[in-house]
């Protein structure tokens, strides 16, 4: 680590630092930060965008009296730098070790856990309104870039935060990316604003003037005078952001820290809601991720002077758009719906080839599944790829939109269940519990990638309703010789016969399959219940374990609500007196790890698989035969 940022052990230490030792402590947080992500994998090309501004955000506000909300948070490593973790930067994104997103356990410089977009300006606002109830004089300042300024919250918060009598500070970080290139009508008026004539000589004039400011100190009240009197002349009064009563600065040289300081310190005097907008690279500093910001805005670790390989998408992703391509070629009413997730879900060939089927519609998951409706009500068949927690946030379009009027969505939902690195706010465990809840939904998980192709084209080719196939982070595992597809809602495999039953979907079929043999060898002869269709359940799937003594379910989800709950409910009804033992996830949020990590702690692994099976056959040894059915 380099000798500034080691000196740096606690929130504020950087105000120790001479200005003129700024830019080379720059430096060694864009080392710091490519190195350990070139070691661990990460989010690379934002956090190389931002280290400039985050600096200059520390020199100016006093954390944590202040409060910087990062908007996603994706972005955060350089403040984390800054807020006494660089110690344990190294440990970034591996288990145990620091978040690669803000996090209130981790410091109380983060003021909110987050991983999810355009939440910032809200969260910001109602901060900002409780330290004005609370008589706290603490600033908040929001920064939010221009793909999660496409999300309609980060809307509903400037809207709301316009009329504010207080000290508000949202810095637009825009570096025209989303993950891929910024889409839709923001993004282009964006462009319009950064590049226009007149406005760049506003900002020349007022670059000037900041150039002028005295170092901080003394002389800096009649600085910031002299400053905003400069600024109120030239400030550009008709953007959307000024129409919207904030002041609106900008845009300026977001890697300059000598400017950056200068209107953080003007910015953070003014009793309104202020709106900077700075341009800024992803990727500044480090030449393969200024030349690829997409490819290195997410990745696994690299060798930093190799740079890393374009895998293109692979696994279940990859097989979801190969199969997208091919039914689009036989049916033209076929549309492909993404929320700025191209590349991530293998929409990335289905875009090149259906140019005019393929809709971006930026970090927007509500509307992307009106969106849908409108599209199915006009007779296509969309189909929105998205990831399971982000899909969170569309849960009444579902209803209200999809279900209610009997429309056909399809829902191709990745990263289902745990996804590593990323963790709590990123992990697909709830979309099996909450889709539960909408009507008439039929949802499908597929093992392998011929099941999957297979539920998407007899969702393509099904009757009028929402339909879902939801499917895991990577690749597929384990396959039984001579495995087929059965076309079926569910399948039962090994000793047909026994009463002891495994139930599981999804890619845990892959571990309970291989457990099941392994327990086979020890002399425990299960059956398993393979549910291809978990929503609704096949009425088979109770006859085929009502007569069962011992029945245990595994599932990668949470367990209120979810499969396994529903069918103990159906089995419960249908009169079954045998044991019946869920393992799911119990703990609401589940942390960082490598993916398979976490499946082995929580006991959804083969080995983990093989002992719950053991104890619920002697469930006397754990005392707890006696509490009733369900465990
Ligand atoms: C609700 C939601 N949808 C999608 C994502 C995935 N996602 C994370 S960062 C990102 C792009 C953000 O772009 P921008 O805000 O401009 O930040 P940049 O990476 O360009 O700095 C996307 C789509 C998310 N985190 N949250
Ligand atoms: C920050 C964010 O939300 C995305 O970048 C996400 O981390 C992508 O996840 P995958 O790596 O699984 O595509
Ligand atoms: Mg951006």
């Known amino acids: 680590m380099g000798t500034l940022l080691s000196g740096i052990k606690a929130p504020n230490d950087i105000k120790n630092l001479a200005d003129s030792q700024l830019p080379e402590l720059c430096e060694e947080i864009r080392e710091q930060i490519i190195n350990t992500v070139a070691d661990n994998g990460g989010h690379l090309a934002s956090n190389l965008g931002v280290v400039e501004l985050t600096v200059a955000l520390h020199r100016v506000f006093t954390l944590p009296e ?55 300006i809200s969260s910001a606002l109602g901060l900002s309104v409780a330290k004005s109830l609370a008589g706290d004089p603490g600033h908040v300042i929001a920064v939010i ?248 946030r569309a849960y009444d379009q579902l209803i209200h939109d999809g279900a209610l009027q009997h429309l056909k969505i399809i829902l191709a939902i990745d990263r289902a269940g745990i996804v590593g690195e990323d963790g709590q706010t990123h992990q697909g465990i709830f979309d099996a519990a909450f889709l539960h809840t909408v009507p008439g939904i039929h949802v499908y998980a597929p093992t392998y990638y011929d099941e999957l192709s297979d539920n998407l084209s007899d969702c393509v080719e099904g009757d009028a309703h929402l339909y879902a196939v939801r499917y895991p982070r990577g690749k597929a595992l384990f396959r039984p010789e001579g495995y087929k597809l059965s076309g079926k809602p569910f399948g039962v495999y090994g000793a047909v016969e026994s009463h002891t039953a495994i139930v599981t979907y999804g890619r845990l079929f892959s571990f309970a399959y291989e457990a099941m043999l392994a327990l086979a060898k020890t002399g425990v002869k299960c059956k398993l219940v393979k549910l291809n269709r978990i929503i609704p359940l096949d009425p088979g799937v109770v006859s085929a374990l009502k007569d069962c003594k011992t029945v245990v379910f595994f599932e990668e989800s949470i367990r209120t609500g979810g499969v396994a709950e529903n069918l103990g409910s159906m089995l419960s009804e249908a009169g079954f007196a045998g044991r019946y033992v869920m393992r799911c996830i119990e703990e609401g949020f589940v942390k960082h790890a490598p993916m398979f990590r976490t499946l082995e702690h929580l006991g959804l692994d083969k080995d983990g698989m093989i002992r719950a099976v053991h104890e619920a056959l002697q469930p006397r040894l754990r005392g707890i035969s006696e509490k009733g059915m369900w465990t």
């Open 66 to 120: 202040d409060s910087i909300v990062w908007d996603v948070g994706h972005q955060s490593y350089a403040h984390k730098l800054l807020t006494g973790r660089a110690e344990e930067f190294s440990t970034l994104r591996c288990e145990g070790g620091l978040s690669g997103f803000p996090s209130r356990e981790e410091s109380d410089c983060d003021p909110f856990t987050t991983g999810h977009s355009s939440a910032s």
């Open 145 to 392: 870039g221009d793909g999660a300024l496409t999300g309609g919250l980060a809307y509903e918060g400037l809207n709301n935060a316009g009329r504010l009598n207080r000290n508000l500070i949202v810095i637009l970080n825009d570096n025209a990316m989303s993950i891929s290139r910024n889409v839709g009508s923001m993004a282009r008026y964006l462009s319009y604003v950064r590049a226009k004539p007149g406005y760049l000589n506003a900002k020349d004039s007022i670059e000037a003037a900041l150039c002028r400011l005295p170092k901080i100190g003394e002389a800096m009240a009649s600085g910031v005078r002299r400053v905003k009197n400069v600024i109120k002349k030239n400030i550009f009064n008709t953007t959307i952001f000024q129409d919207m009563g904030f002041n609106y600065y900008g845009p300026f040289d977001g890697h300059d820290l000598r400017t950056l300081i200068s209107v953080l310190t003007m910015a953070r005097e003014i009793d309104k809601p202020v709106l900077i907008h700075i341009r800024t690279y992803k990727g500044r500093g480090y030449k393969y991720a200024e030349n690829d910001p997409s490819m290195y805005h997410g990745l696994s670790a690299f060798d930093r002077e190799k740079g890393a390989g374009d895998a293109g998408a692979q696994g279940f992703s990859g097989a979801f758009g190969e199969t997208m391509c091919a039914l689009a070629v036989e049916n033209d009413r076929l549309c492909a719906v993404t929320a700025a997730m191209e590349t991530g879900t293998g929409l990335t060939s289905f875009k090149e080839k259906f140019r005019n089927r393929f809709f971006d519609v930026g970090i927007a998951e509500e509307h992307a599944v009106t969106f849908c409706a409108g599209l199915a009500r006009g007779g296509m068949i969309p189909v929105f790829a998205v990831y399971s927690t982000f899909l969170q």
